[in-house]
Nanobody, 122 residues
């Protein structure tokens, strides 16, 4: 089982940057693909980015491509989401999640963090 805790959310002006972190427990962290998802009020949870266990493969939603970067440090059991050029429409609760597969659909992720709020003001 993997337990995760996100941090790094907050309030930022449009055009600004934030770096989210997700610290995971367990000795098998590198065997999991890690994903970031977000959910805005009244909307479904949506895929943001995912990274393979080795860190070699990454995938992004079109809406964040070129602005967000996912990375991981397996020695620290941590995955990151660097968010640049933030827009008001990026406002949401951001969740990290773990899956045995490199996939983009929430239902295929087995373990979830509690989420961290990101608010981008215009």
């Amino acid at each position: 089982q993997v337990q995760m805790v996100e941090s790094g959310g907050g309030l930022v002006q449009a055009g600004g940057s934030l770096r989210l972190s997700c610290a995971a427990s367990g000795r098998t962290f590198s065997s999991y693909a890690m994903g970031w998802f977000r959910q805005a009020p009244g909307k479904d949870r949506e895929f943001v980015a995912t990274i393979s266990g080795s860190g070699f493969n990454t995938y992004y939603a079109d809406s964040v491509k070129g602005r967000f970067t996912i990375s991981r440090d397996n020695a620290k059991n941590t995955v990151y989401l660097q968010m640049n050029s933030l827009k008001p429409e990026d406002t949401a609760v951001y969740y990290c999640a773990a899956s045995r597969l490199v996939v983009t659909t929430p239902v295929q992720y087995n373990y979830w963090g509690q989420g961290t709020q990101v608010t981008v003001s215009s």
